[in-house]
Nanobody, 124 residues
């Protein structure tokens, strides 16, 4: 089992920045990919970004490319999402996910473990 805990969400004005963190614990060794998803009210959960647990490959949804950056610190078992130039449409609950698939997938079924989510609200 892998436990995931997100932090770093909050309220920010449009154009601002936030950095989300996802701390992993438990049996993390089989993890080969991690990702961020988000879910806005009344909408489906959607892929945001993903990263290989070992290596430098990263993947982004078109809607966040060039504004968000995913990274990880293997020594700390922690993944990050740096979000810049935030827009009101980025408002959602952000979830981190972990899985054994490599390369990382963009679908919910590609991940086995999920965090509880952290709220990001961007005001206009």
């Amino acid at each position: 089992q892998v436990q995931l805990v997100e932090s770093g969400g909050g309220l920010v004005q449009a154009g601002g920045s936030l950095r989300l963190s996802c701390a992993a614990s438990g049996r993390t060794f089989p993890t080969r990919s991690m990702g961020w998803f988000r879910q806005a009210p009344g909408k489906e959960r959607e892929f945001v970004a993903a990263i290989r647990w070992w290596g430098d490959s990263t993947y982004y949804a078109d809607s966040v490319k060039d504004r968000f950056t995913i990274s990880r610190d293997n020594a700390k078992n922690t993944m990050y999402l740096q979000m810049n130039s935030l827009k009101p449409e980025d408002t959602a609950v952000y979830y981190c996910a972990a899985g054994t698939r490599s390369p990382p997938g963009t679908g919910r079924n590609d991940y086995d473990y999920w965090g509880q989510g952290t709220q990001v609200t961007v005001s206009s």
